[in-house]
């Protein structure tokens, strides 16, 4: 089966700078990555997604890069902010079967003044 | 808002007890999917349902078991509780078909075993 692995497990960054989480996955069929944003005690919230057909998907302050070839896919958040402050949690899966995530263990985020 | 709903939000069972969760899905999604968060973890799945089927299931042992309604909705049962299946209980819901499914969580249903 898939499996998922997300570096770094921590990550702490003066508000304004940038962040990068990079995560890869083992099954070359998966062919789309989720990238959610989880914050204390609630669900885990899709903050951006890219299927296997776009090399680069970008939203304001977020985007996400994907290397097919290489099965690594990595989220950047550009100018944080303390209310980036969260676990981000990577995810995999194959498209018709997108319900199946592969999680990967989490990164938690801290945004300090 | 998602337009998944999850009930209960929080609740506590003994070991060896049964607990039933419920999921309402999205307006016009068919598909809902269940995942366990432990502590500290990324979720985990537990099984689909599509069409009132399960259609796919994860590393979980047959007292994890779950029903999908006509409307869509779900629900899921585990018996025999261990302490281990404390945790928080996540129904996602999605919409099967080409193009791929963005899924969207529900709030969760805090469950701990004691």
């Known amino acids: 089966g898939e499996n998922v692995e997300q570096h770094p497990s921590t990550l702490s960054v003066q508000e304004g700078d940038s962040a990068v989480i990079k995560c890869t996955y083992s099954?070359?069929?998966?062919?789309?990555f989720p990238w959610y944003k989880q914050e204390l005690g609630k669900r885990p919230q899709l903050i951006i997604d890219?299927?296997?057909?776009?090399g680069e998907k970008k939203d304001q302050r977020i985007a996400v890069t994907l290397n097919k070839t290489a099965k690594h896919f990595s989220l950047h958040i550009t100018e944080t902010q303390p209310e980036d402050s969260a676990v981000y949690f990577c995810?995999?899966?194959?498209?018709?079967?997108?319900?199946?995530?592969?999680f990967g263990t989490g990164t938690r985020l801290q945004v300090t003044l | 808002e998602t337009g998944v709903t999850q009930s209960p939000t929080h609740l506590i069972k003994t070991r060896g007890q049964q607990v039933t969760l419920r999921c309402s899905s999205q307006s016009g999604h068919n598909t809902v999917s269940w995942y366990q968060q432990a502590l500290g973890q990324g979720p985990q799945f537990i099984f689909q349902y599509y069409r009132e089927e399960e259609n796919g299931r994860g590393n979980f042992p047959p007292r994890f078991s779950g029903l999908q309604f006509p409307n869509y909705s779900s629900e899921l049962n585990v018996n025999a509780l261990e302490l281990d299946d404390s945790a928080l209980y996540l129904c996602?819901?999605?919409?099967?078909?080409?193009?791929?499914?963005?899924?969207?969580f529900g709030e969760g249903s805090w469950l701990t075993v004691v």
């Open positions: 099954d070359s069929a998966s062919n789309y």
């Open positions: 995810a995999a899966s194959i498209t018709g079967t997108a319900s199946k995530l592969t």
């Open positions: 996602a819901s999605s919409l099967q078909g080409p193009g791929g499914n963005t899924i969207y």
């Open positions: 890219i299927r296997s057909n776009v």
